[in-house]
């Protein structure tokens, strides 16, 4: 066994514990480099939405209203038998223009003459008797003054004769009814127009009366269209009269007729009434124009649209359509920018149309915003970048230069 002298034995370091200049440099760098290094700054908030707005304006526009409803006859008369018999003729074209007093059909007339002769008969006899009455009452008149004969014979054969006079005026009655039922074997019309057609043919039987109209005869000329309009919208039309909100131009409503294709009928009509009455079933009121139809192109039954012109709404306000839309329910909505470049949601109430506006009726100010491009950016509340959309006196559509929110720090 080998010793060494001198000092006492050292254990050698192990080599992990040696100190490493080169890592001890890189972390004093890091260390340096982190005490040195700035902060980071914070994420910067996203820029305004930009959208276009247009500034709501107050005017007077035209005033229309459509209502949908039939034509119908101004005058119809439907023919029925006032006297029983068999139909002998019909004297008319199915579908072709009559005159009021044309004989339309010829009952047979052969028992209505036979009670006329039977009243003549009657009326003859009460003639005959009415005399012989006569005679009696005189004479018992000067033979009760010599006391001939009792006072009551004589009141008895007066009274005789006055019921002997009555007789002869129920005969005449009945003599004038039963000529008067001869006559109308002739089944005439009573007004002008077009007959339509016949509901019983030669040979039928007929009676005085009858539920069933042998035909019908409607004047066409002119003609009304019956419109029905709900009752809720017929009094908010009347209080923005009353209230003078809208009024008429000149005095009188136009009413326009639009045919069931979509054109304009030529002539002007008038608004005859507008019923005092709402239907218990629908809830309507019915308001009824008139037209002239020389044509005869307007037809009973016939569908179509009236336009009602002519009056003129004070103060308007009209939103471009663009700007309105719809919720689940419906509803007219619009995005509305207040001062600050705000969005706010606003419900309104919506009229008709003018051009590609609406009118609104509730919900809006004149002089309020509301965006006309750039809805489906937006939502309640968010901050926008606003450039003003303005209309030029041809129509067109101009945009301002945009502008920013108010600067925040």
Same mark, same amino acid.
């Given at each position: 066994?080998?010793?060494?002298?001198?000092?006492?034995?050292?254990?050698?370091?192990?080599?992990?514990?040696?100190?490493?200049?080169?890592?001890?440099?890189?972390?004093?760098?890091?260390?340096?480099?982190?005490?040195?290094?700035?902060?980071?700054?914070?994420?910067?908030?996203?820029?305004?939405?930009?959208?276009?707005?247009?500034?709501?304006?107050?005017?007077?526009?035209?005033?229309?209203?459509?209502?949908?409803?039939?034509?119908?006859?101004?005058?119809?008369?439907?023919?029925?038998?006032?006297?029983?018999?068999?139909?002998?003729?019909?004297?008319?074209?199915?579908?072709?223009?009559?005159?009021?007093?044309?004989?339309?059909?010829?009952?047979?007339?052969?028992?209505? !003459?036979?009670?006329?002769?039977? =009243? &003549? %008969?009657?009326?003859?006899? @009460?003639?005959? *008797? $009415?005399? +012989? /009455?006569? #005679?009696?009452?005189?004479?018992?008149?000067?033979?009760?003054?010599?006391?001939?004969?009792? !006072?009551?014979?004589?009141?008895? =054969? &007066? %009274?005789?004769?006055?019921? @002997?006079?009555? *007789? $002869?005026? +129920? /005969?005449? #009655?009945?003599?004038?009814?039963?000529?008067?039922?001869?006559?109308?074997?002739?089944?005439?019309?009573?007004?002008?127009?077009?007959?339509?057609?016949?509901?019983?043919?030669?040979?039928?039987? $007929?009676?005085?009366?009858?539920?069933?109209?042998?035909?019908?005869?409607?004047?066409?000329?002119?003609?009304?269209?019956?419109?029905?309009?709900?009752?809720?919208?017929?009094?908010?039309?009347?209080?923005?009269?009353?209230?003078?909100?809208?009024?008429?131009?000149?005095?009188?409503?136009?009413?326009?007729?639009?045919?069931?294709?979509?054109?304009?009928?030529?002539?002007?009509?008038?608004?005859?009434?507008?019923?005092?009455?709402?239907?218990?079933?629908?809830?309507?009121?019915?308001?009824?124009?008139?037209?002239?139809?020389?044509?005869?192109?307007?037809?009973?039954?016939?569908?179509?649209?009236?336009?009602?012109?002519?009056?003129?709404?004070?103060?308007?306000?009209?939103?471009?359509?663009?700007?309105?839309?719809?919720?689940?329910?419906?509803?007219?909505?619009?995005?509305?920018?207040?001062?600050?470049?705000?969005?706010?949601?606003?419900?309104?109430?919506?009229?008709?149309?003018?051009?590609?506006?609406?009118?609104?009726?509730?919900?809006?100010?004149?002089?309020?915003?509301?965006?006309?491009?750039?809805?489906?950016?937006?939502?309640?509340?968010?901050?926008?970048?606003?450039?003003?959309?303005?209309?030029?006196?041809?129509?067109?559509?101009?945009?301002?230069?945009?502008?920013?929110?108010?600067?925040?720090?």
């Amino acid at each position: 066994m080998i010793r060494t002298s001198g000092a006492s034995p050292v254990s050698p370091r192990p080599v992990w514990a040696l100190p490493n200049t080169v890592t001890l440099a890189a972390l004093l760098v890091l260390t340096l480099a982190a005490c040195t290094q700035e902060p980071a700054s914070a994420p910067e908030d996203p820029p305004p939405m930009e959208v276009v707005a247009y500034t709501v304006e107050s005017s007077q526009v035209p005033v229309s209203r459509e209502l949908t409803g039939r034509v119908v006859a101004a005058v119809t008369a439907e023919i029925r038998p006032q006297t029983g018999g068999i139909v002998r003729k019909r004297l008319f074209t199915e579908g072709s223009e009559v005159e009021a007093g044309q004989v339309l059909y010829e009952i047979d007339p052969t028992s209505v !003459q036979t009670t006329v002769r039977d =009243a &003549e %008969a009657t009326l003859a006899s @009460a003639k005959v *008797a $009415v005399v +012989s /009455a006569k #005679a009696k009452a005189m004479r018992y008149r000067d033979l009760v003054k010599i006391e001939a004969v009792s !006072q009551e014979s004589a009141e008895e =054969a &007066e %009274a005789a004769y006055q019921q @002997a006079v009555s *007789a $002869v005026d +129920s /005969a005449e #009655a009945n003599l004038e009814s039963a000529r008067l039922s001869l006559s109308y074997a002739n089944v005439t019309s009573p007004i002008s127009g077009r007959i339509g057609r016949s509901s019983v043919s030669e040979g039928a039987l $007929v009676t005085a009366n009858q539920s069933t109209a042998l035909a019908t005869v409607q004047q066409l000329d002119p003609v009304y269209l019956d419109a029905t309009q709900s009752a809720e919208e017929f009094l908010y039309i009347r209080q923005q009269f009353e209230q003078g909100k809208i009024k008429l131009a000149n005095g009188d409503p136009v009413v326009r007729l639009i045919k069931h294709d979509g054109s304009l009928y030529e002539s002007v009509g008038t608004l005859e009434l507008a019923d005092a009455i709402v239907d218990e079933t629908t809830g309507t009121v019915t308001a009824r124009s008139r037209f002239p139809n020389p044509n005869g192109e307007l037809i009973p039954g016939m569908y179509g649209q009236i336009r009602l012109e002519g009056a003129v709404l004070q103060n308007a306000l009209l939103v471009p359509q663009v700007a309105i839309s719809r919720d689940v329910k419906g509803n007219a909505l619009a995005y509305v920018i207040d001062e600050n470049n705000t969005i706010e949601e606003r419900t309104l109430t919506t009229g008709q149309t003018l051009g590609d506006q609406w009118v609104v009726e509730s919900g809006l100010q004149a002089g309020e915003r509301v965006v006309v491009e750039g809805l489906q950016k937006v939502q309640a509340g968010s901050v926008v970048s606003v450039a003003e959309e303005t209309e030029a006196a041809d129509g067109s559509i101009s945009t301002s230069e945009t502008s920013a929110p108010p600067a925040t720090e």
